[in-house]
């Protein structure tokens, strides 16, 4: 019955009392998954495997500590991630998604007791969103939290912030930090990595106090990079966003005379003769 309702990578949502129809899988794998972990309470109506929806069904992830919403929209968040490794390691079993253990618990926890709209982790990421836009400290950001809690006691949410970016890490939210020289002449990086003056100046990499390193070596400057490849991957692992990544082929503009995208305009088109091979794959950006 539920194999017409399979997406176009072959996955579909798994009602096991681990994933709880939030991670997807392939077909062959649901039956294990069922197997080791049993089939979650609650889901009576198979709305995400052909049946119709009647009353309140689906409104809430069922199970043993459920209530929360499933119109949160972390549910797609991860369930797009979890596809994606998924797809991409070609790994069966309920052992391929433990890396997303915590995630999933502060997605099926709520965020204070009687309040099922909002799950702990969208709560957080939307902390941190606010922390990025207002350019709060890191201090400051652990000075909230602890306020919430105070205030909160019984509140869900992590302690620190060193705490919620280990979290956001696993969302492929992360970044690379590579230390700078403080007169910015260059990196310490790749061939430079293990060196501890600058190759241009001979300036300390690390902050000195009285003329001597102190214990614990801190980097006068730190530059924090984020891959480029992990975030288009992102970007396509999502179906909304994957859309918009192919629109310059799907959606470009048939009148010659109109330009309302840059692949509408000479150096684009110069572009793709030059390199076919790359222009045949409308993924490639």
């Known amino acids: 019955m539920a194999k017409p309702f399979v997406n176009d990578r072959g996955f579909i949502k798994c009602p096991c009392r681990r994933c709880l129809n939030n991670a997807s899988h392939q077909l062959e794998d649901l039956e294990s998954h069922i197997f080791r972990n049993g089939f979650m309470f609650g889901y009576n109506q198979w709305i995400h495997h052909g049946e119709p929806a009647t009353g309140n069904a689906g409104t809430?992830?069922?199970g043993p500590s459920g209530g929360i919403h499933e119109r949160d929209e972390m549910f797609d968040v991860l369930d797009d991630i979890i596809s994606?490794?998924?797809d991409e390691d070609a790994v069966g079993g309920p052992s391929s998604n433990d890396q997303y253990d915590d995630l999933f618990a502060a997605l099926r926890s709520e965020l204070y007791p009687g309040v099922s709209s909002f799950s702990s982790l969208n709560f957080l990421v939307k902390l941190m969103h606010l922390k990025v836009l207002n350019k709060w400290t890191n201090k400051s950001f652990d000075e909230l939290l602890k306020l919430l809690k105070l205030a909160f006691p019984k509140i869900d949410l992590v302690e620190s912030h060193y705490e919620a970016k280990k979290l956001m890490t696993k969302m492929g939210l992360g970044y690379?930090?590579?230390h700078v020289c403080k007169n910015d002449c260059a990196l310490f990086w790749k061939e430079n990595s293990l060196k501890y003056t600058c190759p241009v100046c001979s300036e300390s990499r690390w902050k000195l106090q009285s003329g001597k390193r102190s214990g614990k070596n801190v980097p006068h400057k730190v530059l924090r990079y984020f891959p480029v490849g992990p975030r288009l991957k992102r970007l396509f692992a999502t179906s909304k966003t994957a859309k918009l990544m192919r629109w310059h082929s799907t959606?470009?503009?048939k009148d010659n005379?109109?330009?309302?995208?840059?692949?509408?305009?000479k150096s684009w088109q110069e572009f793709d003769k030059r390199h076919p091979q790359f222009a045949d794959d409308v993924r490639n950006v």
Do not use: F, L
Request: charged share 30%; glycine share 10%; proline share 5%.
């Open 60 to 62: 809430t992830v069922a």
């Open 84 to 86: 994606e490794d998924a």
């Open 176 to 178: 690379s930090s590579i």
């Open 251 to 253: 959606g470009k503009s």
């Open 257 to 265: 005379d109109v330009m309302r995208h840059p692949v509408d305009g």
